[in-house]
């Protein structure tokens, strides 16, 4: 062997092969080709200098600094830092294509790790190297797009100081910088350092990296030509991640708060205490207190979080579609939206309200509607559960939709992509729809009409409305009780870690037979349809209600009955799928920023939407109502006695409370159907 026998010994002393090994790293780094090589201007790591030996005789076999070769890589890879301008610098890697030349740019900007969003598998082909989250991977390899993924300052690689969906230049953030700014500084170093670019940027991604792309309509750069905001988060406390209606979201909220900022590298993980997260949360009490056993109140977001429980300026400020509907529209965009997003299921729909005013050529708001849930659009599309779509409605979106809305923004001389200003698929008869607006129902010829479905005596649904006189109850009641809350779906509730998210991402078409078999949730159906019901937009809740308590929150759930057997998928048999449902803390009734308790054994209306639906109720069919007063642990428990703030509720303020649901004439209950109906 090298170094053994009397000439080694003579030649190759300790000393010169020392010099030796510096002499080989040295060569290798002068020989690495010009396309490996980062443009001029980039700022790279130098080279470490290596330190001596602490044997001579014996010296590390690694070199102070390896370069791989990337033999037969079909793409080039460049990390470099970008400098913003107060001087941070942002880690920003950019893969771009082998032989690309005039090639535009698809940029992602996100909190996640922008070294692992580009090395999902270590492969020299573009393809795999991207095969995994943010990446619609046959739209980047298949248009020869130049891909750069994009560190946010504070995390992973990037220099600065991170906030939680840092709030543009203003109240809530005095700094010089925001997402806006940064990604203008970005663009503007991209498209004059990356020389295979034609100088044209799209900006996409998915939930956190979604609002990003909203963030960059902010006083554009030129250069920005097309934003595609993903199941972006928009509103925090209206109906995407942190709140819904009021309602804390503690189930997904306490770990991905945790894992974002106890660490710039993500590397403090949460722990898991038992299989059954229910169980985890119920011996915590409130939200509050588990933060306060795990070490959350060390994180800046968590005490904020504490801070404004209610729907106060800290979020009426920063809700991204008051943002863009008080600037200009200068750039195309097109929101996309899953029917069935378990996490932002508010935003991409508020910003297209908020934007379409402003569109006044009818060729700068795209609005397209999948049968997804979070971020499903980049995976496999042809079911969700046991919900089957008879086609993959993802690969769908990503190359009849997403593709040719891209390049014709991005490429020189691009033909006109086809699209309707919404393409929305109609679950239920498992088609895609082209329409004018949203919502719209159909292409033309029909109309969306709100229409009463209302709750009645007997556990039933009708059209029409109660009269007095009638035999019927005035009201169905139920006892809440917070020591046993309605689980939000079957138990045990796994943690994302023992199933790899997979009942997280489909829980929202989970089969609500589960709920509708207790004691605790009031359940109204109608006869059996025999036509076609069709719904297009928000279904309102109307529900006048009392408690025997002084706060309360309120479910309402609108339900698709599958009949009673299903040729061909017997377990869909009797089926009861979740068309749109959500939750309203009682509260928050008369103000959504002042917190007012409830005059107990009162009949109140509690009014609010329930996510966008496009759904056709088939024959055969029934349509469902369900009402509950709580949601665990997904929402954190109201104690039914009102605390000026429920994080910090005591375990003696959480009592069992008598809830009635109202179907009387003068207090009728009822879910306001926006429903499609033709001359």
Request: charged share 20%; hydrophobic share 40%.
């Amino acid at each position: 062997m090298l170094g053994e026998g009397p000439f080694s010994k003579r030649i190759c002393s300790p000393e010169v092969k020392n010099a030796l090994l510096m002499l080989a790293g040295a060569v290798l780094l002068a020989g690495r080709s010009a396309a490996q090589a980062p443009p001029a201007g980039a700022k790279t790591a130098a080279a470490p200098t290596p330190s001596p030996a602490m044997y001579p005789a014996l010296p590390s076999e690694m070199p102070a600094s390896f370069v791989p070769t990337n033999d037969g890589f079909d793409y080039v890879r460049r990390e470099v830092m970008i400098p913003m301008r107060d001087g941070v610098k942002l880690h920003t890697v950019i893969l771009v294509p082998k032989g690309a030349k005039g090639a535009p740019i698809l940029l992602t900007r996100t909190p996640y790790d922008a070294d692992k969003l580009t090395r999902q598998f270590d492969s020299s082909h573009l393809g795999p190297t991207l095969d995994g989250y943010d990446n619609a991977v046959e739209t980047i390899v298949e248009g020869g797009y130049i891909r750069v993924v994009q560190d946010v300052r504070g995390k992973h690689r990037s220099e600065g100081d991170y906030v939680m969906t840092r709030p543009v230049h203003g109240p809530l953030n005095p700094t010089p910088v925001d997402h806006a700014t940064d990604t203008y500084d970005t663009i503007d170093w991209l498209v004059k350092n990356v020389p295979e670019s034609n100088g044209r940027v799209g900006i996409l991604g998915i939930s956190y990296d979604g609002f990003l792309p909203l963030m960059a309509l902010v006083n554009p750069h030129p250069a920005l030509k097309v934003s595609v905001p993903m199941n972006p988060m928009v509103d925090g406390w209206r109906g995407d991640d942190w709140f819904h209606n009021g309602a804390f979201r503690q189930l997904g909220n306490a770990p991905y708060i945790y894992d974002q900022e106890a660490s710039r590298k993500s590397e403090t993980k949460w722990w898991t205490s038992h299989f059954d997260d229910y169980d985890t949360f119920m011996e915590a009490g409130s939200a509050g207190e588990l933060g306060r056993r795990r070490g959350l109140e060390q994180l800046g977001f968590w005490r904020k979080l504490l801070e404004h429980p209610s729907y106060d300026a800290f979020w009426r400020d920063q809700a991204v579609d008051k943002v863009l509907a008080a600037v200009p529209l200068k750039v195309p965009v097109m929101l996309v939206h899953g029917l069935w997003d378990q996490e932002d299921i508010y935003g991409a729909p508020a910003v297209y309200k908020a934007l379409k005013p402003k569109d006044a050529g009818n060729d700068k708001v795209f609005l397209v509607m999948g049968p997804w849930h979070h971020g499903q659009e980049i995976r496999d599309g042809s079911a969700l559960g046991a919900i089957r779509f008879n086609s993959d409605t993802a690969l769908t979106f990503r190359r009849d939709i997403l593709r040719p809305f891209l390049d014709q923004y991005l490429k020189e001389g691009a033909p006109k992509a086809d699209l309707a200003p919404v393409t929305a698929f109609e679950t239920g008869t498992n088609v895609w729809r082209r329409l004018p607006d949203w919502p719209a129902g159909c292409a033309s010829g029909c109309s969306v009409k709100a229409t009463p479905l209302y709750l009645a005596s007997g556990s039933k649904l009708s059209f029409t409305a109660p009269k007095a006189g009638g035999p019927e109850q005035a009201f169905d009641e139920y006892v809440s009780d917070p020591g046993k809350p309605v689980p939000f779906h079957a138990r045990p509730i796994v943690p994302e870690s023992f199933d790899k998210g997979q009942s997280w991402r489909e829980w929202l078409v989970t089969d609500q037979r589960e709920a509708s078999g207790r004691t605790d949730v009031a359940v109204f159906a109608s006869d059996v349809l025999s036509a076609p019901l069709k719904i297009s937009g928000e279904p309102i809740a109307n529900l006048v209600a009392s408690t025997s308590g002084t706060d309360s929150d309120w479910v309402v759930k609108l339900i698709d009955v599958y009949p009673d057997e299903v040729a061909g998928q017997p377990a869909m048999g009797g089926y009861q799928l979740a068309v749109s449902m959500d939750i309203f803390r009682g509260r928050y009734r008369e103000s959504l920023e002042t917190p007012k308790a409830i005059e107990a054994g009162k009949p109140l209306l509690y009014r609010f939407a329930l996510p966008n639906a496009n759904h056709v109720f088939l024959p055969g069919h029934r349509v469902m109502v369900q009402v509950q007063s709580s949601w665990f642990p997904l929402y954190d428990r109201n104690p039914q006695t009102f605390v000026p703030n429920i994080f910090w509720a005591k375990p003696a303020d959480y009592r069992k409370a008598t809830q009635r649901i109202y179907h009387a004439p003068g207090q009728a209950s009822f879910v306001e159907l926006p429903l499609v109906g033709t001359p």
